[in-house]
């Protein structure tokens, strides 16, 4: 079992920057491949970004590359996401993820197949 708890969120101006922080409970957490997701009102859940066990290998979604950077902290049990050049379309909950089935690699960009989530939190962007 893993327990996932963000942090960083809030009110930003265009153009700026906030980093995201996913603080994970439990001994297998550097055994599993960790996402981040986005939900903005009246829409579905998006994926943002992912990381593998080892923090090797990364996805991230075309909608932000060159913008967000997700890495990780296995000793901290922490998994974090650098958003810069945020513009108002950024604008979300963002949830991090735990899939436990991954591989070396990230084995997906789905997020029914992930099997841990966090509670979120609000980025808001502002024109």
């Known amino acids: 079992q893993v327990q996932l708890v963000e942090s960083g969120g809030g009110l930003v101006p265009a153009g700026g920057s906030l980093r995201l922080s996913c603080a994970a409970s439990?001994?297998?957490?550097?055994?599993?491949?960790m996402g981040w997701f986005r939900q903005a009102p009246g829409k579905e859940r998006e994926f943002v970004a992912a990381v593998s066990w080892s923090g090797g290998t990364t996805v991230t979604a075309d909608s932000v590359k060159g913008r967000f950077t997700i890495s990780r902290d296995n000793a901290k049990n922490t998994v974090c996401l650098q958003m810069n050049r945020l513009n108002p379309e950024d604008t979300a909950v963002y949830y991090c993820?735990?899939?436990?089935?991954?591989?070396?690699?990230?084995?997906?960009?789905?997020?029914?197949?992930?099997?841990?989530w966090g509670q979120g939190t609000q980025v808001t962007v502002s024109s």
């Open positions: 993820a735990a899939d436990r089935k991954s591989g070396v690699y990230v084995r997906t960009t789905r997020g029914d197949e992930y099997d841990y």
């Open positions: 439990g001994r297998t957490f550097s055994s599993y491949a």
